[in-house]
């Protein structure tokens, strides 16, 4: 799970794309697919699918930045 949003993570920053709130899906050009799949073929398991789950719901598990010291025990 953390693999996987870890490269949804770098795809989504990278430019030119966009994540789709409507759609819950990665909003860019085929030919930039058709450019970076060729570059890192992991790309394709976002093409045309609703990602979502990893996109929100992981990101809360994994993210750098999520405040997880917040909710961290302490003695």
Do not use: H, P
Request: hydrophobic share 30%; no cysteine.
């Amino acid at each position: 799970m953390r693999r996987t949003y870890k490269r949804l993570s770098e795809l989504v920053n990278s430019s030119g794309i966009e994540y789709n709130d409507a759609t819950s899906r990665i909003v860019t050009s085929e030919e930039w697919w058709n450019r970076n799949i060729k570059e890192n073929v992991i790309y394709k398991d976002f093409k045309d699918r609703d990602v979502k789950e990893i996109y929100i719901k992981y990101r809360q598990l994994f993210d750098d930045s999520y405040e997880a010291d917040k909710y961290a025990i302490t003695q």
